[in-house]
T-cell receptor, first 115, second 109 residues
Framework: DTAVSQTPKYLVTQMGNDKSIKCEQN?????MYWYKQDSKKFLKIMFS???????INETVPNRFSPKSPDKAHLNLHINSLELGDSAVYFC??????????????FGPGTRLTVL | GQSLEQPSEVTAVEGAIVQINCTYQ??????LSWYQQHDGGAPTFLSY????GLEETGRFSSFLSRSDSYGYLLLQELQMKDSASYFC??????????FGTGTQLKVEL
C-alpha cells in the first residue's frame, strides 16, 4: 500500500530516557515533516526536510533531532524526555509543486507518553 | 504573527449545511488549506485555495478572500460521519503549514 507509516504507534517511557520514532513514505515525495499535536489538539510543525536537507526548524528544544537518511525516511530522536513531550507526533510528506495544492499526507501518528 | 482563528465548536443536525470560518495573518501567505481529523486519526487533506473564490469538491466547498484574510469551509448535506475536527492551515514559505486551533464539529440526528 502506498502510504506514510510510522513506528511505533504507542510509546510509553520514563522521564530522562532517549527514544526514536521512525517514519517512511513510499509516495515518492520529496518533502517530509514532523508535527506535534498536544492534548488540546493544537498541531504544530517541528521540522521539514526536502531531499534530505533541513528546510524548516521551528523553535524546538535541541533535545529533538531529526535525521533523514534518504528522501523516503525521516526519523525523530528525542533525548532526555520530559513530561511536556507527551503528545501525538505525526509525520507527513508532500510533493512540492507550486502549481498544485501542496497536499500533505499524514502518517497514523505516534502517541508518546512520558511518565 | 501567523495565528489563525476559527470557532472552537460547531453543532449541526444531519442533512444541514454548516460553515466553518477562518481568519489568518497575511504576512508571507501563499494559500489556505483545510484538513479533517477524526478522533484518534490522522489529519486528512480536504481542499486548498490559493486564489480568491470557491473551490467545490463534492459535499465540501472552500472559499478564500485574500483581501479580507478570510476563508471558510462549507459542508453540505451533513452526515454523522462528518463529526470530526476541522483545521484551516495557512501555507507560508518553504511549504510550511501553520494550523489553526481546530473546530470540533458535532453532527446530531
Amino acid at each position: 500500500d502506498t502510504a506514510v507509516s510510522q513506528t511505533p504507534k504507542y510509546l510509553v517511557t520514563q522521564m530522562g530516557n532517549d527514544k526514536s520514532i521512525k517514519c517512511e513514505q513510499n509516495l515518492g515525495h520529496d518533502t517530509m515533516y514532523w508535527y506535534k499535536q498536544d492534548s488540546k489538539k493544537f498541531l504544530k510543525i517541528m521540522f521539514s526536510y526536502n531531499n534530505k536537507e533541513l528546510i524548516i526548524n521551528e523553535t524546538v528544544p535541541n533535545r529533538f533531532s531529526p535525521k533523514s537518511p534518504d528522501k523516503a525516511h525521516l526519523n525523530l530522536h528525542i533525548n532526555s524526555l520530559e513530561l511536556g513531550d507527551s503528545a501525538v507526533y505525526f509525520c507527513a510528506s508532500s510533493q512540492v509543486d507550486r502549481t498544485g495544492d501542496n497536499e500533505q499526507f499524514f502518517g497514523p501518528g505516534t502517541r508518546l507518553t512520558v511518565l | 504573527g501567523q495565528s489563525l482563528e476559527q470557532p472552537s465548536e460547531v453543532t449541526a443536525v444531519e442533512g444541514a449545511i454548516v460553515q466553518i470560518n477562518c481568519t489568518y495573518q497575511t504576512s508571507g501567505f501563499y494559500g489556505l488549506s483545510w484538513y479533517q481529523q477524526h478522533d484518534g486519526g490522522a489529519p486528512t487533506f480536504l481542499s486548498y485555495n490559493a486564489l480568491d473564490g470557491l473551490e467545490e469538491t463534492g459535499r465540501f466547498s472552500s472559499f478564500l478572500s485574500r483581501s479580507d484574510s478570510y476563508g471558510y469551509l462549507l459542508l453540505q448535506e451533513l452526515q454523522m460521519k462528518d463529526s470530526a475536527s476541522y483545521f484551516c492551515a495557512r501555507e507560508g514559505g518553504g511549504n510550511k503549514l501553520t494550523f489553526g486551533t481546530g473546530t470540533q464539529l458535532k453532527v446530531e440526528l
